[in-house]
């Protein structure tokens, strides 16, 4: 399996870290939280999307849950968060593409895997979209926002967009790395436009005005 | 598996569709949300359930998830309602029907598929009821209500009577179909009773007056 | 299995008692909900955290749902808490100590569970806390205030701790019950200390202001 080589290991556990930084981070700014809170959070922003794609490939335990080196890697990050908050809010952009990065790693690590066990195209596209997001979604609910994924700028799409690119590559037979490699390029470039541009994707017609809940 | 026949597969997949209808309109009136979000919630209203009896079958992969069938059918009641939801807004009556018709269906093979696999008959109805009012929980919680099934008319209530029916004619011998059939026209009744009559279950003693969150 | 024992079944359903009362007590006295939301917010309170964890553990379907006893035991509990209310207010404290009894066991069972299916010790110490806390942050969710766990007093805390002791005996080959009650001792006497003296987790240097959500 591709996501267990040591390339793939490497760039999942990097995509935890930014992912627990970045929850944690979340966390501290939106409410009042202790310590365990915070660590909490930041666990759960990174391995959240983890475990809900292995709940509905089925494959149980979660292998975040199962590798200590997610767990940990999860725990020192939040920790990392919790102790350098305030100096952390100054950068703002490199934890953004932090964040970025790993919407892209998990977007094309999530749909890869799906592939792998032998579910279908649609199955691999919302899986590599349910673990990109699955987890800053858990925090979100937990610190009372409306998620991200609902509302915010492009955020969904992108990963879309990634795992759609990896089932795209596997199904042209190009190996595993490089339609993972394209997938989170495409993902990357895609959300970092729209945090740059603050774009956001259409609205209902007549919907709410914004600012409203 | 009478869920797997012709007839319950359509009046499955005809729950489902009420539901993301239902379920993607919520999510128009109450939140501030894009495309993204519309189908997100959508999907989740009528797929939820069913992943939350699937787990606590140990049934995974949800069977949901596995069938494509039930993916396609839930985004296209979501795009739907994202595309008309002001038209869609004059209908509220048929799709307060279609809800409660979606309550029934699930509520009688959610209990039936814990029969199937040899749950008991507690584990039965409770299971009936959450594939029925899960999605809808989770989707509030989504969206930050509080879940219609803890507080408004009677919602839980016919779900949980409806998959005691079904429990109650498998233990008399009937035809796994006729059971399906008594208990979700059990459920649909009240449920529409509930609705037009605006009924509520009891409330504790002295409890928090009507209004108050 | 230690906790199939009869001691530790008594011990594991009383907790789940103890967690019921108190999941629905909160849930009345939070939310405006009806006779249906009560009881399942009980029923959530006391079972979310082992199946939380059993999901975990890929051991599903969950022991307490199972079991019809563990789901009786958490209805009656739930039911209870229903009819008497306003009597039980005055208990506050009783119910308090009864918690923080259900908070030990959990923490002790789920990390012996962990620990029986062959996980490392982190996992243990990871998923004693969850069982014990799993329930209450699902149900603040659902009545929508920020988890207890986040931001009170010691709450996840002690039940770490408990879960550590029962990992630090099972690692110097103590017999499992012994570990257990040490565990659930420690567990117990910190959460009590937290409660009576109010005190909390360190919070981030530069936090926000108490009060604020």
Chains 1, 2, 3 share one sequence.
Request: glycine letters at 14%.
């Amino acid at each position: 399996m591709n996501t267990a080589a040591p390339l793939g290991l490497t760039l999942d556990l990097a995509g935890t870290f930014a992912f627990a930084l970045n929850g944690a981070l979340t966390a501290v700014r939106v409410a009042r939280v202790d310590i365990v809170g915070v660590i909490t959070l930041g666990m759960i922003t990174a391995l959240g999307g983890g475990i809900v794609r292995d709940v509905l490939l089925g494959a149980l335990p979660p292998a975040t849950f199962l590798d200590w080196r997610y767990l940990l890697v999860a725990a020192v990050g939040g920790l990392i968060a919790f102790a350098l908050s305030r100096q952390l809010e100054r950068l703002a952009t490199p934890i953004t593409v932090f964040d970025a990065l790993g919407l892209s790693l998990f977007a094309v690590t999530g749909a890869a895997k799906a592939l792998d066990l032998g579910f279908g195209a649609g199955q691999a596209v919302l899986l590599g979209a349910m673990t990109a997001v699955g987890g800053g979604t858990i925090r979100d609910v937990l610190v009372r926002r409306v998620p991200t994924i609902l509302q915010s700028e492009l955020y969904a799409i992108p990963a879309l967009a990634g795992a759609v690119v990896v089932v795209g590559a596997a199904a042209f037979g190009a190996p595993g790395l490089l339609g993972a490699l394209l997938g989170a390029a495409v993902c990357l470039v895609i959300r970092l436009i729209g945090v740059g541009f603050r774009l956001d994707a259409p609205r209902p017609p007549g919907g709410s005005a914004p600012g409203q809940v």
